[in-house]
């Protein structure tokens, strides 16, 4: 059963830094086939996407409101994928989540109903 859990949200002033963690169990990261995302949903909006990790190849893309200020990784040996966010605004404050699917991306991020499996959420607030 494919299980995706995130952590490492919190509070912080804007500027301020973030690591998100998204441990995955039930396959392992470094099987060709996979894709994982990052998503975050604010307060009365759409569910956005913000960054996907394709494991072909960690081929990485980025949302343009993200993009230079948010990084996707992988540990394979940890079986995680990070979202490391620098340079945090208010405006990024949102629920974020990961999520997992069976794909090689080469196209760019994929929209959320084409996930399969999804993490709990986890909460960013930035405020100062």
């Known amino acids: 059963q494919v299980q995706l859990v995130e952590s490492g949200g919190g509070l912080v002033q804007p500027g301020g830094s973030l690591r998100l963690s998204c441990a995955v169990s039930g396959f392992k990261l470094d099987l060709p086939y996979y894709a994982i995302g990052w998503f975050r949903q604010a307060p009365g909006k759409e569910r956005e996407g913000v960054s996907c990790?394709?494991?072909?190849?960690?081929?990485?893309y980025y949302a343009d409101s993200v993009k230079g200020r948010f990084t996707i990784s992988r540990d394979n040996a940890k079986n995680t994928v990070y979202l490391q966010m620098n340079s945090l605004q208010p405006e990024d404050t949102a629920i974020y989540y990961c999520a997992s699917d069976v794909r090689v991306i080469t196209t760019g991020l994929i929209p959320a109903y084409e996930y399969d499996y999804w993490g709990q959420g986890t909460q960013v607030t930035v405020s100062s």
């Open positions: 990790i394709s494991m072909s190849d960690s081929s990485t």
